[in-house]
């Protein structure tokens, strides 16, 4: 086993005026064990980033090491890494078993070995009914299952998943989480999980690496992605539905700072902590950011707990109804945000409603490097 330590690592394709800079200065530890999510949308530089790591491309500039050993020049099959893909390429006409096998197959380990090494990685897999079978015969999700085993059975140190899980319906989806979650507990081998599916990467991994523009914008836990975003992007990509984002103007009145939201006639409450690094920033002009999830209409209880929460009356326009919540688009002028709401809330169309909210739940960004502030 190892950890995985990529130190200012960039990938450039082509040369010239068409060459495309792939992955940009990127920092990254990955502990021994660790399941680690690389996460963000479709060209960002995921594939790139773990193909560096396996050896299948080369690092333009920086390094790679697995533990000490810099692994950077060396052929993937010397890194003892495996990556499964989003498409399986299986061999049609061997068994799953000989497929299993294949890559100890073609590495001279004797065929007691082979056997038994597949019957493992069948069972861990639950394909163990599956061995004699041919591939055309299975479900996609059976073969992603043989392709994962496939990479598995040369017991990698390092064991890269990229997007297999993308085209395996919602419930499919669901089955691989936890078999992919339980794998890793029984492994315990260092891997990395790349998607651009937030809710897959924060469901599996114990730490999110966020990508975007081929640059690593974050790395955290789901908490923190959460709570603390470093930035309006990781704000908007993490969290469903997004993050709402107001253009806003501080204003000081008797001594308390507020953010105005341009255009809409109200203004954010903040907590203490915020005021001062809304002070210390000391611009005039932010980016405030509120999650529907903080957002939710005021009951009477509201008022009696005693919890800070601060209140803005907004026209609700649309009340969507998902069976575990419902989600409000409401409006104060020509500003538009969203709202969470009990799934019992009903509201008659334009209706005026009182949405709660808690001051230190509203994140300030600086509209220029859209950084967060707090
Ligand atoms: N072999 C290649 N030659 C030229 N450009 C490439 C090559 N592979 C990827 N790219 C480009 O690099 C960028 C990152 O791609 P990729 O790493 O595949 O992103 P992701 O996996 O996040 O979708 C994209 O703009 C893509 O078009
Ligand atoms: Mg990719």
């Not at 469901?203 to 975007?212: Q, T």
């Not at 409603?353 to 502030?373: K, S």
């Amino acid at each position: 086993m190892a950890d995985v330590t990529l130190t200012n690592v960039n990938k450039i394709y082509g040369e010239g005026p068409s060459a495309v800079h792939a992955v940009q200065d990127l920092n990254l530890k990955i502990d021994d064990g660790e399941f680690v999510a690389l996460l963000g949308p479709s060209g960002c530089g995921k594939t790139s980033t773990l193909r560096m790591i396996v050896g299948l491309e080369s690092i333009s500039s920086g390094s790679v090491h697995f533990d000490d050993r810099n692994v950077s020049a060396l052929e993937p099959q010397d890194r003892n890494v495996a990556m499964a893909f989003e498409t399986y390429a299986l061999y049609p006409n061997f068994t799953v078993e000989q497929n299993l096998a294949f890559p100890l197959e073609v590495r001279g380990f004797s065929a007691d070995e082979q056997k038994k090494r597949a019957q493992n990685v069948a069972e861990l897999l639950r394909i163990t009914d599956l061995l004699d079978a041919y591939p055309p015969a299975l479900s996609g999700g059976q073969q992603q299952r043989v392709s994962l085993g496939r990479a598995l059975i040369r017991e990698p140190d390092v064991f890269i998943l990229d997007e297999v899980m993308s085209h395996l319906d919602a419930h499919l989806k669901f089955q691989m989480l936890f078999d992919l979650k339980r794998l890793h507990r029984e492994l315990g081998r260092t891997m990395i999980y790349v998607t651009h599916d937030q809710v897959e990467a924060l469901a599996l991994s114990d730490r999110v690496a966020v990508m975007s523009n081929a640059r690593l914008q974050q790395v955290g836990d789901r908490n923190t992605l959460y709570n603390a975003p470093a930035n309006v992007f990781v704000a908007d990509f993490i969290g469903e539905p997004p993050t709402n984002f107001f253009q806003a103007q501080a204003v000081e009145s008797d001594g308390d700072l507020r953010l105005a939201v341009d255009d809409a006639k109200f203004t954010l409450h903040l907590s203490e902590k915020t005021r001062a690094a809304v002070k210390a920033h000391g611009g005039a002009r932010f980016i405030a950011g509120i999650r529907p999830q903080n957002l939710t209409p005021a009951t009477a209880s509201d008022a009696t707990s005693g919890q800070t929460t601060a209140t803005l009356s907004a026209k609700v326009s649309i009340n969507e109804y998902l069976g575990e919540r419902s989600i409000l688009t409401a409006h104060r002028g020509p500003v538009s945000f969203r709202a969470l709401a009990p799934p019992e809330t009903r509201s008659a169309p334009d209706e005026i409603v009182e949405l709660a909210y808690d001051p230190a739940n509203v994140m300030v960004f600086d509209p220029e490097t859209e950084d967060l502030v707090h």
